[in-house]
């Protein structure tokens, strides 16, 4: 069976409409809204319609069956427990985790466009350049000041923090393609070359006026992962004196900045050092947290953390290998600390352990490493350029520290996230499979020559 969908063709205006919805689609980056719902639907409608048009369609294979089965059994789990509790349990968010459902269509969906791809992300990130020029300046004052601003178009700064971070990692990829990539389009490259540097520049500078600790540390471990990577696209010598610049140039800022950063993060580092200090010296872990709760030294945003994280644990423990499903609300009503005011539990994981448990777990992991590994296989068989390959798990790898702190998943920009990301990884993985099925004909057609 071939694997044709890149040269399938379609109207003009259908081309042109598709391309807005995946720009809109990754948009949750610059503007936080639920667009990215809407235009994923209409994308998975496109996708879906085109599929059953083909006369030869690839045929799903584990990857794709196991993210629709999962997705099933999270909406079949939440329609009965809303059917059969009173007054109806809905949870907070839990129908979200059916969203790999739809990676397979989304998939195929971006199979379509795959051949308008280098000119849409160019688009997306012009218009990144433009969202971000103005911000900051609209903040800059406020910035140098010490002041918290929030980046982009966010509803909170941890969340523009986020969504730069992820930037910065996606435009110095872009930058490296075009800079190792002579078959790139020269058009694209020129402005490549230009854009990514101001792109990379005003992320930096919103970042630091976002004050998200949690992202500062994700950034601060991400970086030297990203310098890693990218002496593997340049020349050794040239590649670590640029690398050694931009780092000096950084902590020179850092340096620059170092009283604003101490009264940011200085009261929380310190609380943290303590707790880790007296649990490594024995003491009992949950004395430990109930203690630094207790403390008026703790800053209130890790006491409400903290707070989030004890009753999240306790909620998990009382159900560890399935979870609650939609009803983990009303367990967590009696939870020790159930008076804190928030249910969004500042970590990702936690979020998911409440509601599916260990058995949850289990099965993300195993849809996210099939993901992982279609994207790396598609790499090494020439379907994608390395610098996406890379863009991809590096991105993958900061957002997940992100997760530690906050509950970016939960949130327009980790949704967005994982249905743009997953449905590149799913196009990956189609290419893959129909290149193998492509090439097992011609290898039984060459052994019966060879017998014969």
């Known amino acids: 069976m071939t694997f044709e969908i890149s040269k399938t063709k379609m109207p003009l205006l259908l081309t042109l409409f598709g391309s807005l919805l995946w720009i809109l689609a990754a948009s949750a980056l610059l503007v936080e809204t639920d667009t990215y719902r809407y235009v994923c639907g209409i994308l998975a409608l496109i996708g879906l319609t085109y599929y059953l048009r083909m006369p030869n369609r690839p045929r799903t294979n584990r990857l794709g069956w196991l993210c629709m089965a999962w997705g099933a059994y999270v909406i079949i789990r939440y329609l009965i427990v809303y059917f059969t509790t009173s007054p109806h349990e809905v949870g907070a968010s839990d129908w979200l985790y059916a969203f790999p459902f739809f990676f397979p269509i989304l998939g195929f969906a971006f199979a379509l466009y795959a051949p308008y791809m280098e000119r849409i992300i160019a688009a997306f990130l012009g218009i990144t350049l433009v969202m971000l020029a103005v911000t900051v300046s609209l903040h800059i004052r406020e910035i140098?000041?010490?002041?918290?601003?929030?980046?982009?178009?966010?509803?909170?700064?941890?969340?523009?923090a986020v969504a730069c971070g992820l930037i910065i990692i996606f435009t110095s990829f872009w930058l490296l393609h075009y800079l190792t990539d002579s078959r790139a389009n020269p058009l694209i490259a020129r402005f490549a070359f230009v854009a990514s540097p101001l792109i990379f520049a005003l992320c930096l500078i919103a970042i630091y006026g976002a004050k998200?600790?949690?992202?500062?540390?994700?950034?601060?471990?991400?970086?030297?992962?990203?310098?890693?990577?990218?002496?593997?696209?340049?020349?050794?010598?040239?590649?670590?004196?640029?690398?050694?610049c931009l780092a000096v140039a950084l902590v020179a800022a850092i340096y620059g900045v170092r009283g604003n950063l101490i009264q940011t993060a200085?009261?929380?580092?310190?609380?943290?050092?303590?707790?880790?200090?007296?649990?490594?010296?024995?003491?009992d872990i949950n004395g430990v947290v109930n203690g630094t709760i207790g403390s008026t030294a703790t800053p209130v945003s890790m006491d409400q953390r903290l707070q989030l994280w004890s009753n999240g644990w306790e909620v998990f423990s009382s159900a560890p290998i399935f979870g609650w499903g939609s009803r983990w609300l009303e367990r967590w009503y009696h939870t020790k600390y159930a008076d804190v005011p928030y249910t969004l539990l500042h970590n990702g994981y936690l979020e998911m352990l409440v509601r599916y448990g260990l058995f949850g777990a289990v099965v993300m992991s195993i849809i996210l490493g099939m993901l992982v590994v279609s994207v790396r296989r598609a790499w090494q068989v020439g379907v994608i350029p390395r610098a996406a390959m890379h863009a991809y798990m590096v991105g993958l790898f900061f957002f997940a520290l992100t997760l530690l702190s906050n509950s970016n998943n939960r949130l327009a920009i980790g949704e967005s996230f994982a249905l743009v990301s997953s449905a590149f990884a799913c196009w990956c993985n189609m290419r893959v499979h129909g290149l193998a099925a492509t090439s097992r004909p011609q290898t039984t057609a060459r052994a019966v020559a060879v017998n014969e």
């Open 144 to 160: 140098f000041a010490g002041d918290t601003i929030r980046p982009l178009i966010m509803n909170n700064q941890i969340h523009g």
């Open 212 to 244: 998200s600790k949690g992202v500062w540390l994700a950034m601060g471990i991400t970086l030297p992962v990203l310098a890693v990577v990218m002496l593997r696209y340049v020349k050794l010598k040239s590649g670590i004196l640029v690398i050694a």
């Open 266 to 283: 200085g009261p929380t580092v310190t609380s943290a050092a303590l707790m880790i200090d007296e649990i490594t010296g024995g003491h």
